[in-house]
T-cell receptor, first 113, second 113 residues
Framework: AQSVTQPDIHITVSEGASLELRCNYSYGATPYLFWYVQSPGQGLQLLLKYFSGDTLVQGIKGFEAEFKRSQSSFNLRKPSVHWSDAAEYFCAGFNNAGNMLTFGGGTRLMVKP | EAGVTQFPSHSVIEKGQTVTLRCDPISGHDNLYWYRRVMGKEIKFLLHFVKESKQDESGMPNNRFLAERTGGTYSTLKVQPAELEDSGVYFC???????????FGPGTRLLVL
């Protein structure tokens, strides 16, 4: 069955530190992969997406993600975290044979001053 | 361009009552999706409309949930009668025909007491 896993439920980093949020997927074919962010009181905002081609994709707010087929991973990174990045982050996959997104459980990011 | 909007933003009802959630997709988006996140769980797919037709409602939990999309524009999701386990955040998303990127609304936070 198709699945997306985010191993880390909570992560705390200091402001200015680098960030990496993990995402692993299990799909028969190469999925379309997404990262969404939900800030407090807000809806889900699309950060970036990977469909094919260059495995390093750039998104909004200074985020990037790298698709690694050999590791079945699509980790989200940011070189320097800002306090406003505190939010919950969701990795999701979409197989074009289907019509729905499958979400990971989410990773809640806290940023220390 | 207006994004996906949802109404109400919050709803508190008693067990056994009826609640109707509304979603207005981005103009021109034929695909409309409903998702739900219950406390502590992943965001789960409920159903998918293409215009006014239900394409896939495999995620609907039971027959207390009824979704409609009359005229292929906005959609409603009715829960009747509501149960305690229906509490959670209900998200609506839309995408273009053939589009893999889904854009989410802010969600409706439903609390059943």
């Amino acid at each position: 069955a198709q699945s997306v896993t985010q191993p880390d439920i909570h992560i705390t980093v200091s402001e200015g530190a680098s960030l990496e949020l993990r995402c692993n997927y299990s799909y028969g074919a190469t999925p379309y992969l997404f990262w969404y962010v939900q800030s407090p009181g807000q809806g889900l905002q699309l950060l970036l997406k990977y469909f094919s081609g260059d495995t390093l994709v750039q998104g909004i707010k200074g985020f990037e993600a790298e698709f690694k087929r050999s590791q079945s991973s699509f980790n989200l990174r940011k070189p320097s975290v800002h306090w406003s990045d505190a939010a919950e982050y969701f990795c999701a996959g979409f197989n074009n044979a289907g019509n729905m997104l499958t979400f990971g459980g989410g990773t809640r990011l806290m940023v220390k001053p | 361009e207006a994004g996906v909007t949802q109404f109400p933003s919050h709803s508190v009802i008693e067990k056994g009552q009826t609640v109707t959630l509304r979603c207005d997709p981005i103009s021109g988006h034929d695909n409309l999706y409903w998702y739900r996140r219950v406390m502590g769980k992943e965001i789960k797919f409920l159903l998918h409309f293409v215009k006014e037709s239900k394409q896939d409602e495999s995620g609907m939990p039971n027959n207390r949930f009824l979704a409609e999309r009359t005229g292929g524009t906005y959609s409603t999701l009715k829960v009747q009668p509501a149960e305690l386990e229906d509490s959670g955040v209900y998200f609506c998303a839309s995408s273009l025909w053939g589009g893999e990127t889904q854009y989410f609304g802010p969600g409706t936070r439903l609390l059943v007491l």
